[in-house]
Protein backbone atom coordinates (compact mmCIF):
# COMPACT_ATOMS: atom_id res chain seq x y z
CA UNK A 1 0.00 0.00 0.00
CA UNK A 2 1.50 3.47 -0.98
CA UNK A 3 2.09 5.55 2.18
CA UNK A 4 2.68 8.67 0.70
CA UNK A 5 -1.16 8.75 0.27
CA UNK A 6 -3.30 10.06 2.50
CA UNK A 7 -5.39 7.57 4.51
CA UNK A 8 -9.03 8.12 5.59
CA UNK A 9 -9.58 10.01 8.89
CA UNK A 10 -10.52 8.09 12.01
CA UNK A 11 -12.55 10.92 12.78
CA UNK A 12 -16.46 11.13 11.93
CA UNK A 13 -15.30 14.59 11.46
CA UNK A 14 -14.68 13.76 7.79
CA UNK A 15 -17.18 11.25 6.72
CA UNK A 16 -18.54 12.59 3.61
CA UNK A 17 -21.69 10.88 4.20
CA UNK A 18 -21.65 12.20 7.87
CA UNK A 19 -24.35 14.93 9.17
CA UNK A 20 -23.47 18.44 8.80
CA UNK A 21 -21.26 19.78 11.75
CA UNK A 22 -23.28 23.54 12.21
CA UNK A 23 -26.23 20.33 13.31
CA UNK A 24 -27.82 22.10 16.78
CA UNK A 25 -26.67 19.68 19.98
CA UNK A 26 -28.27 19.75 23.09
CA UNK A 27 -25.24 18.63 24.95
CA UNK A 28 -21.93 20.53 24.59
CA UNK A 29 -19.01 19.08 25.59
CA UNK A 30 -17.79 22.26 26.54
CA UNK A 31 -18.30 24.62 29.71
CA UNK A 32 -19.42 27.96 28.15
CA UNK A 33 -18.13 29.83 31.09
CA UNK A 34 -14.97 29.01 30.84
CA UNK A 35 -14.34 30.62 27.47
CA UNK A 36 -15.43 34.38 28.92
CA UNK A 37 -13.76 36.66 30.58
CA UNK A 38 -14.97 37.12 34.25
CA UNK A 39 -17.44 39.63 35.08
CA UNK A 40 -16.50 42.75 36.64
CA UNK A 41 -18.40 43.33 39.95
CA UNK A 42 -17.74 47.48 39.69
CA UNK A 43 -15.54 47.37 42.70
CA UNK A 44 -12.17 47.03 41.23
CA UNK A 45 -9.49 49.87 42.24
CA UNK A 46 -7.68 51.49 39.92
CA UNK A 47 -4.19 50.44 39.18
CA UNK A 48 -2.21 52.75 37.18
CA UNK A 49 1.05 51.65 37.44
CA UNK A 50 0.51 48.01 36.72
CA UNK A 51 -2.20 48.77 34.64
CA UNK A 52 0.91 51.21 32.60
CA UNK A 53 3.38 47.94 32.48
CA UNK A 54 0.69 45.94 30.98
CA UNK A 55 -0.62 48.58 28.57
CA UNK A 56 2.73 49.32 27.27
CA UNK A 57 3.49 45.65 26.68
CA UNK A 58 0.21 44.87 24.75
CA UNK A 59 2.01 44.50 21.71
CA UNK A 60 4.80 41.64 22.79
CA UNK A 61 5.15 38.48 22.14
CA UNK A 62 4.36 37.00 25.76
CA UNK A 63 3.21 38.04 29.47
CA UNK A 64 3.56 36.11 32.42
CA UNK A 65 1.41 37.03 35.54
CA UNK A 66 2.64 34.34 38.70
CA UNK A 67 1.09 35.07 41.89
CA UNK A 68 -0.52 32.73 44.46
CA UNK A 69 -4.38 32.66 44.44
CA UNK A 70 -6.29 35.70 45.74
CA UNK A 71 -3.23 38.52 44.69
CA UNK A 72 -5.84 40.12 42.20
CA UNK A 73 -3.64 38.33 38.94
CA UNK A 74 -6.91 37.98 37.41
CA UNK A 75 -8.56 41.32 38.18
CA UNK A 76 -6.15 43.39 36.76
CA UNK A 77 -6.33 41.15 33.98
CA UNK A 78 -9.43 42.30 33.51
CA UNK A 79 -9.37 46.00 33.83
CA UNK A 80 -6.10 45.19 31.30
CA UNK A 81 -8.83 43.73 28.66
CA UNK A 82 -11.32 46.48 29.24
CA UNK A 83 -8.29 49.01 28.11
CA UNK A 84 -7.37 46.88 24.92
CA UNK A 85 -10.85 46.78 23.24
CA UNK A 86 -11.58 50.41 22.68
CA UNK A 87 -7.53 49.96 20.92
CA UNK A 88 -9.49 47.46 18.69
CA UNK A 89 -7.66 44.48 20.40
CA UNK A 90 -9.32 41.39 20.19
CA UNK A 91 -9.43 39.37 23.72
CA UNK A 92 -10.04 35.16 23.83
CA UNK A 93 -10.21 34.24 27.35
CA UNK A 94 -9.69 30.77 28.62
CA UNK A 95 -9.93 29.98 32.47
CA UNK A 96 -8.33 26.23 32.99
CA UNK A 97 -9.18 23.58 35.31
CA UNK A 98 -7.76 20.41 37.14
CA UNK A 99 -10.28 18.81 33.99
CA UNK A 100 -7.88 20.32 31.63
CA UNK A 101 -5.11 18.63 32.43
CA UNK A 102 -5.30 16.86 29.05
CA UNK A 103 -4.19 17.23 25.71
CA UNK A 104 -7.56 16.48 23.68
CA UNK A 105 -9.59 18.49 26.22
CA UNK A 106 -7.28 21.03 26.14
CA UNK A 107 -6.86 21.70 22.68
CA UNK A 108 -10.87 21.37 22.48
CA UNK A 109 -10.84 24.58 24.87
CA UNK A 110 -7.91 26.58 23.44
CA UNK A 111 -9.87 25.93 19.83
CA UNK A 112 -13.58 27.03 21.40
CA UNK A 113 -11.29 30.49 22.87
CA UNK A 114 -10.51 31.41 20.00
CA UNK A 115 -13.50 30.81 18.04
CA UNK A 116 -15.45 33.64 20.58
CA UNK A 117 -13.75 35.48 18.49
CA UNK A 118 -14.05 34.57 14.87
CA UNK A 119 -14.84 30.48 14.08
CA UNK A 120 -13.08 30.79 10.91
CA UNK A 121 -10.51 31.23 12.67
CA UNK A 122 -10.43 28.16 13.92
CA UNK A 123 -11.96 25.97 11.06
CA UNK A 124 -9.29 23.86 9.56
CA UNK A 125 -7.49 23.37 12.94
CA UNK A 126 -10.29 21.56 14.26
CA UNK A 127 -10.58 19.15 11.14
CA UNK A 128 -6.50 18.65 11.58
CA UNK A 129 -7.05 18.16 15.30
CA UNK A 130 -9.51 15.24 14.33
CA UNK A 131 -6.93 13.46 12.83
CA UNK A 132 -5.35 12.52 15.73
CA UNK A 133 -3.45 14.06 18.80
CA UNK A 134 -0.11 12.48 18.24
CA UNK A 135 3.15 14.67 17.97
CA UNK A 136 2.81 15.68 14.48
CA UNK A 137 -1.28 16.53 13.90
CA UNK A 138 -0.84 18.48 17.00
CA UNK A 139 2.21 20.34 15.75
CA UNK A 140 0.57 21.00 12.10
CA UNK A 141 -2.39 22.06 13.86
CA UNK A 142 -0.97 24.59 16.00
CA UNK A 143 1.28 26.00 12.25
CA UNK A 144 -2.31 25.87 10.55
CA UNK A 145 -3.81 27.97 13.86
CA UNK A 146 -1.19 30.55 13.35
CA UNK A 147 -1.29 30.73 10.00
CA UNK A 148 -5.15 31.70 10.10
CA UNK A 149 -4.29 33.87 12.33
CA UNK A 150 -1.65 35.96 10.51
CA UNK A 151 -4.34 36.30 8.09
CA UNK A 152 -6.15 38.36 10.03
CA UNK A 153 -6.15 42.48 10.65
CA UNK A 154 -6.77 42.81 14.51
CA UNK A 155 -3.98 42.44 17.71
CA UNK A 156 -5.57 39.02 19.12
CA UNK A 157 -4.40 38.58 22.95
CA UNK A 158 -5.23 35.25 24.09
CA UNK A 159 -5.32 34.90 27.99
CA UNK A 160 -4.58 31.27 29.52
CA UNK A 161 -6.18 31.57 33.25
CA UNK A 162 -5.18 29.15 35.85
CA UNK A 163 -2.60 27.71 33.64
CA UNK A 164 -0.71 25.74 37.12
CA UNK A 165 -3.50 23.07 36.59
CA UNK A 166 -1.87 22.28 33.42
CA UNK A 167 1.19 19.62 34.41
CA UNK A 168 0.44 17.28 30.81
CA UNK A 169 3.98 17.68 28.80
CA UNK A 170 2.34 17.45 25.35
CA UNK A 171 0.00 20.19 26.77
CA UNK A 172 3.70 22.05 27.26
CA UNK A 173 4.48 21.38 24.40
CA UNK A 174 1.95 22.03 22.05
CA UNK A 175 2.44 25.46 24.11
CA UNK A 176 5.16 25.82 23.49
CA UNK A 177 5.10 25.46 19.66
CA UNK A 178 2.18 28.57 19.55
CA UNK A 179 4.93 30.66 21.58
CA UNK A 180 7.45 29.87 18.95
CA UNK A 181 5.37 29.85 15.95
CA UNK A 182 3.48 32.83 16.89
CA UNK A 183 2.82 35.83 14.87
CA UNK A 184 3.51 39.49 15.28
CA UNK A 185 -0.53 39.64 15.87
CA UNK A 186 -0.54 37.13 18.25
CA UNK A 187 0.28 38.02 22.45
CA UNK A 188 -0.67 34.88 24.89
CA UNK A 189 -0.96 36.38 28.21
CA UNK A 190 0.22 32.87 30.90
CA UNK A 191 -1.24 32.97 34.47
CA UNK A 192 -0.45 30.80 36.83
CA UNK A 193 0.21 30.53 41.11
CA UNK A 194 3.44 28.78 39.66
CA UNK A 195 6.17 29.11 37.12
CA UNK A 196 5.25 28.26 33.85
CA UNK A 197 7.20 25.24 32.55
CA UNK A 198 8.13 26.77 29.23
CA UNK A 199 10.92 27.62 27.48
CA UNK A 200 10.72 31.47 27.23
CA UNK A 201 14.87 32.54 27.64
CA UNK A 202 14.29 33.45 23.50
CA UNK A 203 11.83 35.87 24.57
CA UNK A 204 13.31 37.14 27.31
CA UNK A 205 16.38 38.18 25.06
CA UNK A 206 14.52 39.48 22.32
CA UNK A 207 12.07 41.59 24.78
CA UNK A 208 9.52 40.60 23.78
CA UNK A 209 8.44 38.98 27.40
CA UNK A 210 6.89 40.75 30.27
CA UNK A 211 7.08 39.02 33.52
CA UNK A 212 5.10 39.96 36.58
CA UNK A 213 4.71 38.74 39.75
CA UNK A 214 3.82 38.73 44.01
CA UNK A 215 5.34 41.89 44.06
CA UNK A 216 4.30 44.06 41.07
CA UNK A 217 0.60 42.83 41.70
CA UNK A 218 0.36 43.73 45.53
CA UNK A 219 -1.50 46.65 46.63
CA UNK A 220 0.24 49.59 47.39
CA UNK A 221 -0.31 51.58 50.46
CA UNK A 222 -2.67 53.94 48.79
CA UNK A 223 -4.57 51.25 46.17
CA UNK A 224 -4.97 49.33 49.69
CA UNK A 225 -6.54 52.46 51.42
CA UNK A 226 -9.25 53.06 47.97
CA UNK A 227 -10.11 49.56 47.93
CA UNK A 228 -10.60 49.71 51.90
CA UNK A 229 -12.87 52.65 51.17
CA UNK A 230 -14.78 51.45 48.44
CA UNK A 231 -15.72 48.45 50.49
CA UNK A 232 -16.57 50.20 53.73
CA UNK A 233 -17.27 53.51 53.20
CA UNK A 234 -14.84 56.20 55.59
CA UNK A 235 -11.96 54.43 57.54
CA UNK A 236 -9.54 56.40 59.02
CA UNK A 237 -5.85 56.47 57.15
CA UNK A 238 -4.38 55.10 60.52
CA UNK A 239 -6.70 52.22 60.22
CA UNK A 240 -6.65 51.80 56.49
CA UNK A 241 -2.41 51.75 56.62
CA UNK A 242 -2.66 49.22 59.53
CA UNK A 243 -4.71 46.54 57.49
CA UNK A 244 -1.86 47.38 54.06
CA UNK A 245 0.70 46.46 56.70
CA UNK A 246 -1.36 43.95 57.96
CA UNK A 247 -2.26 42.13 54.81
CA UNK A 248 1.26 43.14 52.76
CA UNK A 249 -0.96 44.53 50.25
CA UNK A 250 -2.66 40.65 49.59
CA UNK A 251 -6.40 41.47 48.25
CA UNK A 252 -7.77 38.46 49.33
CA UNK A 253 -6.39 39.39 53.21
CA UNK A 254 -7.35 42.89 52.34
CA UNK A 255 -11.13 41.34 51.15
CA UNK A 256 -11.07 39.59 54.48
CA UNK A 257 -10.85 41.96 56.59
CA UNK A 258 -13.39 44.08 54.94
CA UNK A 259 -15.95 42.11 55.38
CA UNK A 260 -15.03 41.79 58.84
CA UNK A 261 -15.31 45.46 59.57
CA UNK A 262 -18.51 45.49 57.60
CA UNK A 263 -20.34 43.33 60.20
CA UNK A 264 -19.19 45.13 62.53
CA UNK A 265 -16.90 42.17 64.53
CA UNK A 266 -13.45 43.19 66.78
CA UNK A 267 -11.06 45.06 65.25
CA UNK A 268 -8.53 43.64 67.10
CA UNK A 269 -6.65 41.22 64.95
CA UNK A 270 -3.33 39.86 65.96
CA UNK A 271 -0.51 41.19 64.41
CA UNK A 272 1.02 37.13 63.74
CA UNK A 273 -2.65 36.48 62.04
CA UNK A 274 -0.74 37.72 59.01
CA UNK A 275 -2.93 37.60 56.33
CA UNK A 276 -0.20 36.98 53.21
CA UNK A 277 -0.66 33.43 52.13
CA UNK A 278 -3.70 30.65 51.50
CA UNK A 279 -3.46 28.96 55.16
CA UNK A 280 -3.42 32.19 56.46
CA UNK A 281 -6.90 32.83 54.56
CA UNK A 282 -8.59 29.36 55.73
CA UNK A 283 -7.67 30.09 59.38
CA UNK A 284 -9.25 33.46 58.75
CA UNK A 285 -12.06 32.70 56.76
CA UNK A 286 -13.11 29.27 59.41
CA UNK A 287 -12.74 32.17 62.32
CA UNK A 288 -14.49 35.53 60.55
CA UNK A 289 -16.94 33.96 58.37
CA UNK A 290 -17.32 30.00 58.63
CA UNK A 291 -17.99 30.14 62.43
CA UNK A 292 -20.77 32.44 62.36
CA UNK A 293 -22.68 30.67 59.47
CA UNK A 294 -26.34 29.22 60.54
CA UNK A 295 -25.86 25.17 60.39
CA UNK A 296 -28.33 25.18 57.22
CA UNK A 297 -26.07 28.10 55.57
CA UNK A 298 -22.68 26.39 56.05
CA UNK A 299 -23.95 22.92 55.20
CA UNK A 300 -24.77 25.11 51.89
CA UNK A 301 -21.65 26.28 51.43
CA UNK A 302 -20.05 22.99 52.13
CA UNK A 303 -22.12 21.08 49.05
CA UNK A 304 -21.88 24.21 46.59
CA UNK A 305 -17.84 23.33 46.88
CA UNK A 306 -18.66 20.26 45.28
CA UNK A 307 -19.62 21.55 41.95
CA UNK A 308 -17.46 23.61 39.85
CA UNK A 309 -20.29 26.26 39.02
CA UNK A 310 -23.50 26.70 40.53
CA UNK A 311 -26.98 28.53 40.42
CA UNK A 312 -29.93 29.07 42.50
CA UNK A 313 -31.54 26.21 41.40
CA UNK A 314 -28.60 23.99 41.47
CA UNK A 315 -28.22 25.24 45.15
CA UNK A 316 -31.79 24.36 45.74
CA UNK A 317 -31.65 20.94 44.62
CA UNK A 318 -28.20 19.76 46.62
CA UNK A 319 -30.12 20.71 49.63
CA UNK A 320 -32.61 17.90 48.99
CA UNK A 321 -35.42 20.25 50.84
CA UNK A 322 -38.41 20.49 48.30
CA UNK A 323 -39.55 23.85 47.76
CA UNK A 324 -36.14 25.44 48.92
CA UNK A 325 -35.31 27.86 45.99
CA UNK A 326 -36.42 31.27 47.65
CA UNK A 327 -33.72 30.19 50.72
CA UNK A 328 -31.09 28.94 47.87
CA UNK A 329 -31.23 32.17 46.33
CA UNK A 330 -31.46 34.67 49.08
CA UNK A 331 -28.00 33.03 50.46
CA UNK A 332 -26.44 33.58 46.94
CA UNK A 333 -27.93 37.17 46.93
CA UNK A 334 -26.51 37.18 50.78
CA UNK A 335 -23.18 36.47 49.52
CA UNK A 336 -22.71 38.14 46.42
CA UNK A 337 -23.89 41.77 48.14
CA UNK A 338 -21.35 41.13 51.11
CA UNK A 339 -18.68 40.34 48.12
CA UNK A 340 -17.68 37.49 49.50
CA UNK A 341 -15.96 35.40 47.34
CA UNK A 342 -18.57 34.80 44.72
CA UNK A 343 -17.74 35.11 41.42
CA UNK A 344 -20.60 35.74 38.83
CA UNK A 345 -20.17 33.87 35.41
CA UNK A 346 -22.03 33.97 32.27
CA UNK A 347 -24.00 31.40 30.82
CA UNK A 348 -25.68 30.78 27.56
CA UNK A 349 -28.90 30.44 29.84
CA UNK A 350 -31.20 32.00 31.63
CA UNK A 351 -29.76 30.99 35.03
CA UNK A 352 -27.35 33.18 36.65
CA UNK A 353 -23.94 31.16 37.39
CA UNK A 354 -21.39 31.83 39.88
CA UNK A 355 -18.60 30.15 41.22
CA UNK A 356 -16.18 30.32 44.27
CA UNK A 357 -12.99 32.11 44.78
CA UNK A 358 -10.23 29.23 44.69
CA UNK A 359 -8.88 29.83 47.87
CA UNK A 360 -12.70 29.78 49.34
CA UNK A 361 -13.35 26.63 47.73
CA UNK A 362 -10.00 24.75 48.66
CA UNK A 363 -10.99 25.90 52.48
CA UNK A 364 -14.33 24.26 52.01
CA UNK A 365 -13.89 20.96 50.28
CA UNK A 366 -11.24 20.82 53.42
CA UNK A 367 -14.30 20.26 55.62
CA UNK A 368 -16.21 19.18 52.94
CA UNK A 369 -13.60 15.86 52.66
CA UNK A 370 -14.88 15.88 56.68
CA UNK A 371 -18.35 15.12 56.23
CA UNK A 372 -19.42 11.21 56.17
CA UNK A 373 -18.86 9.20 53.34
CA UNK A 374 -22.58 8.65 52.90
CA UNK A 375 -23.03 12.72 53.24
CA UNK A 376 -20.68 13.75 50.23
CA UNK A 377 -22.37 10.86 47.87
CA UNK A 378 -25.95 11.86 48.85
CA UNK A 379 -24.47 15.56 47.78
CA UNK A 380 -23.04 14.07 44.51
CA UNK A 381 -25.97 12.47 43.56
CA UNK A 382 -28.37 15.15 44.05
CA UNK A 383 -25.90 17.28 41.58
CA UNK A 384 -25.85 14.15 38.90
CA UNK A 385 -29.68 14.38 38.87
CA UNK A 386 -29.86 17.96 38.71
CA UNK A 387 -27.11 18.12 35.68
CA UNK A 388 -28.88 15.18 33.91
CA UNK A 389 -32.08 17.10 33.85
CA UNK A 390 -30.47 19.90 32.51
CA UNK A 391 -29.06 17.82 30.17
CA UNK A 392 -24.98 18.41 31.07
CA UNK A 393 -23.91 15.74 30.17
CA UNK A 394 -20.40 15.72 31.05
CA UNK A 395 -21.14 17.50 34.61
CA UNK A 396 -23.91 14.84 35.31
CA UNK A 397 -21.47 11.86 34.76
CA UNK A 398 -18.76 13.33 36.68
CA UNK A 399 -21.18 13.96 39.79
CA UNK A 400 -22.79 10.52 39.03
CA UNK A 401 -19.92 8.64 39.62
CA UNK A 402 -18.98 10.62 42.63
CA UNK A 403 -22.15 9.91 43.87
CA UNK A 404 -22.13 6.16 43.83
CA UNK A 405 -24.44 6.05 40.63
CA UNK A 406 -21.37 4.50 37.88
CA UNK A 407 -23.75 2.11 36.67
CA UNK A 408 -26.49 4.67 35.53
CA UNK A 409 -23.87 7.00 34.50
CA UNK A 410 -23.02 4.36 31.73
CA UNK A 411 -26.22 3.80 30.62
CA UNK A 412 -26.62 7.37 30.70
CA UNK A 413 -23.53 7.55 28.04
CA UNK A 414 -24.61 4.16 26.09
CA UNK A 415 -27.91 5.61 25.09
CA UNK A 416 -26.38 8.93 23.70
CA UNK A 417 -23.59 7.51 22.56
CA UNK A 418 -24.39 6.83 19.04
CA UNK A 419 -26.21 10.39 18.74
CA UNK A 420 -23.14 11.82 19.90
CA UNK A 421 -20.53 10.11 17.35
CA UNK A 422 -23.22 11.13 14.72
CA UNK A 423 -23.33 14.64 15.29
CA UNK A 424 -19.42 14.30 15.29
CA UNK A 425 -19.36 14.98 19.24
CA UNK A 426 -15.93 12.26 19.61
CA UNK A 427 -14.39 14.65 21.92
CA UNK A 428 -17.46 14.45 24.61
CA UNK A 429 -17.70 11.03 24.09
CA UNK A 430 -14.41 10.42 24.78
CA UNK A 431 -14.45 12.68 27.84
CA UNK A 432 -17.18 10.98 29.11
CA UNK A 433 -16.06 7.42 28.72
CA UNK A 434 -12.98 8.36 30.62
CA UNK A 435 -15.08 9.68 33.39
CA UNK A 436 -16.82 5.89 33.84
CA UNK A 437 -14.98 3.10 36.00
CA UNK A 438 -12.75 0.63 33.86
CA UNK A 439 -15.56 -2.23 35.07
CA UNK A 440 -18.33 -0.15 33.67
CA UNK A 441 -16.97 0.30 30.03
CA UNK A 442 -15.99 -3.46 30.33
CA UNK A 443 -19.58 -4.56 30.96
CA UNK A 444 -21.12 -3.20 27.78
CA UNK A 445 -20.67 -3.62 24.50
CA UNK A 446 -21.10 0.03 22.62
CA UNK A 447 -18.83 1.42 25.37
CA UNK A 448 -16.26 -0.86 24.55
CA UNK A 449 -16.67 -0.06 20.93
CA UNK A 450 -16.23 4.09 21.83
CA UNK A 451 -13.16 2.51 23.69
CA UNK A 452 -11.72 1.20 20.61
CA UNK A 453 -12.39 4.53 18.81
CA UNK A 454 -10.93 6.44 21.26
CA UNK A 455 -7.55 4.35 20.88
CA UNK A 456 -7.46 4.62 17.16
CA UNK A 457 -8.49 8.53 17.51
CA UNK A 458 -5.47 8.83 19.63
CA UNK A 459 -3.45 6.51 17.23
CA UNK A 460 -2.96 3.63 20.20
CA UNK A 461 -2.85 0.75 17.40
CA UNK A 462 -1.84 -1.79 19.71
CA UNK A 463 -4.58 -0.72 22.36
CA UNK A 464 -6.85 -1.00 19.63
CA UNK A 465 -6.31 -4.23 18.37
CA UNK A 466 -6.06 -5.47 21.27
CA UNK A 467 -9.91 -4.09 22.52
CA UNK A 468 -11.03 -5.64 19.29
CA UNK A 469 -9.46 -8.92 19.62
CA UNK A 470 -11.73 -9.18 23.08
CA UNK A 471 -14.55 -7.87 21.54
CA UNK A 472 -15.54 -10.28 18.51
CA UNK A 473 -16.11 -12.90 21.04
CA UNK A 474 -18.19 -11.43 22.93
CA UNK A 475 -20.44 -9.90 20.39
CA UNK A 476 -23.06 -12.49 19.44
CA UNK A 477 -24.03 -12.94 15.57
CA UNK A 478 -27.46 -11.31 15.99
CA UNK A 479 -26.26 -8.10 17.00
CA UNK A 480 -25.81 -7.35 13.05
CA UNK A 481 -25.07 -3.75 13.78
CA UNK A 482 -22.45 -3.91 16.49
CA UNK A 483 -20.77 -6.63 14.94
CA UNK A 484 -20.66 -4.18 11.45
CA UNK A 485 -19.07 -1.71 13.57
CA UNK A 486 -16.49 -4.29 14.71
CA UNK A 487 -15.89 -4.79 11.04
CA UNK A 488 -15.52 -0.97 10.18
CA UNK A 489 -13.09 -0.66 13.16
CA UNK A 490 -11.13 -3.69 12.13
CA UNK A 491 -10.86 -2.33 8.65
CA UNK A 492 -10.33 1.48 9.76
CA UNK A 493 -7.06 0.21 12.21
CA UNK A 494 -5.98 -1.83 8.68
CA UNK A 495 -5.81 1.21 6.99
CA UNK A 496 -3.88 3.12 9.05
CA UNK A 497 -1.11 0.92 9.79
CA UNK A 498 -0.48 0.28 6.06
CA UNK A 499 -1.91 -3.56 6.42
CA UNK A 500 -3.60 -4.00 2.98
CA UNK A 501 -3.75 -7.68 3.56
CA UNK A 502 -5.93 -7.35 6.87
CA UNK A 503 -7.81 -4.73 5.40
CA UNK A 504 -8.80 -6.37 2.27
CA UNK A 505 -9.60 -9.73 4.25
CA UNK A 506 -12.35 -7.55 5.85
CA UNK A 507 -14.04 -6.33 3.09
CA UNK A 508 -16.51 -9.10 2.41
CA UNK A 509 -18.21 -8.05 5.32
CA UNK A 510 -18.63 -4.26 4.23
CA UNK A 511 -19.98 -4.42 1.58
CA UNK A 512 -23.53 -5.27 3.09
CA UNK A 513 -24.47 -2.45 5.66
CA UNK A 514 -27.12 -3.83 7.95
CA UNK A 515 -30.54 -2.14 7.24
CA UNK A 516 -31.73 0.63 9.20
CA UNK A 517 -27.92 1.66 9.44
CA UNK A 518 -27.45 5.28 10.75
CA UNK A 519 -25.40 7.34 7.81
CA UNK A 520 -22.13 8.11 10.13
CA UNK A 521 -22.11 4.28 9.76
CA UNK A 522 -22.76 4.16 5.99
CA UNK A 523 -20.32 7.00 5.22
CA UNK A 524 -17.51 5.84 7.09
CA UNK A 525 -18.27 2.67 5.20
CA UNK A 526 -18.03 4.02 1.54
CA UNK A 527 -15.11 6.16 3.11
CA UNK A 528 -12.62 2.81 3.58
CA UNK A 529 -14.33 1.30 0.70
CA UNK A 530 -13.14 3.95 -1.61
CA UNK A 531 -10.25 3.67 -0.25
CA UNK A 532 -9.61 0.07 -0.83
CA UNK A 533 -10.81 -0.01 -4.09
CA UNK A 534 -8.05 2.45 -5.73
CA UNK A 535 -5.44 -0.26 -4.06
CA UNK A 536 -7.31 -3.47 -5.10
Known sequence: MKKQQQRPSTSPLHDPAGPSLTAPLTLSPLVSSKLIAPRSSGRLVPRERLQDQLLKARRQRCIVVKGPAGCGKTSALMAWRQQLLP???????????????????????????????????????????????????????????????ANRSHELVLVL???????????????????????????????????????LGRLRSQQQLLELDLRDLRFSAEESALFLKTQLGDISADEALHLHQLTDGWVAGLQLLAVSRKKNRSTDVPLQTLMRDNQAFARFFEAEVLSRLSPTDLDLMLYLAACNRFCASLCAALTGVPDSDGAAAGLLARLESDNLFLIPVD?????????????????????????????????HARAWRWFRQHQLLDEAVHHAVLGGESAAAALLVEEHAERLYAHGELRLLVELVRLLPVAQVQA????????????????????????????????????????????????????????????????????????RSDSVIVGGCANILSWLYMHR
Open 347 to 379: GTDRDTWFRLHPLLRETLLGYFAARSPEERQAV
Open 444 to 515: RIKLRIVKARMQLYARDFLACAETLAQLAPDIPASDVHDRFRLDLLRATLAVQQDDTDEAMAVLPQLLNPPQ
Open 87 to 149: LGFEVAWLTLTLDDNELTRFLDYLLASLAQIEPDMVREATQLEGRGVDTEVVERMVINLVRAI
Open 161 to 199: DDLHHLTDVSIHQALQWLIDYAPANLHLVLVSRSSVPLS
